[in-house]
């Protein structure tokens, strides 16, 4: 078993930035990926980057490459996420997700395991 905790939304203006954080515990952390994806408005779930769990491999959605950033603690307990830049299509429920095994490319969202319970991105003037 695997407990997320996302932590760090909220509204910001377009060009702002934020970094959530997500929190995880339970046992065999380092059998699993990382991942954040996020569901907008009236779209199904995406994902957005992902940091693998054995060599810190990630991966990023086109649509953030080159604004958002994913790292981890060296505990690999928590995992960041910063989006600079941000932008109004940026806007949504951003989750943490873990899965194992811990390889981050091609991962759809319905092969994560665990969740986390979301925490709202609004990027709004």
């Known amino acids: 078993q695997v407990q997320l905790v996302e932590s760090g939304g909220g509204l910001v203006q377009p060009g702002g930035s934020l970094r959530l954080s997500c929190a995880a515990s339970?046992?065999?952390?380092?059998?699993?990926?990382i991942g954040w994806l996020r569901r907008a408005p009236g779209k199904d779930r995406e994902g957005v980057a992902c940091?693998?769990?054995?060599?810190?491999?990630?991966y990023f959605a086109d649509s953030v490459k080159g604004r958002f950033t994913i790292s981890r603690d060296n505990a690999k307990t928590t995992v960041y996420l910063q989006m600079n830049n941000l932008k109004p299509e940026d806007t949504g429920v951003y989750y943490c997700?873990?899965?194992?095994?811990?390889?981050?490319?091609?991962?759809?969202?319905?092969?994560?395991?665990?969740w986390g319970q979301g925490t709202q991105v609004t990027v709004s003037s």
């Open positions: 997700a873990a899965v194992s095994p811990g390889l981050c490319e091609g991962r759809a969202a319905y092969e994560y395991d665990y």
């Open positions: 339970g046992s065999h952390l380092d059998y699993y990926a």
């Open positions: 940091i693998s769990s054995s060599d810190g491999a990630i």
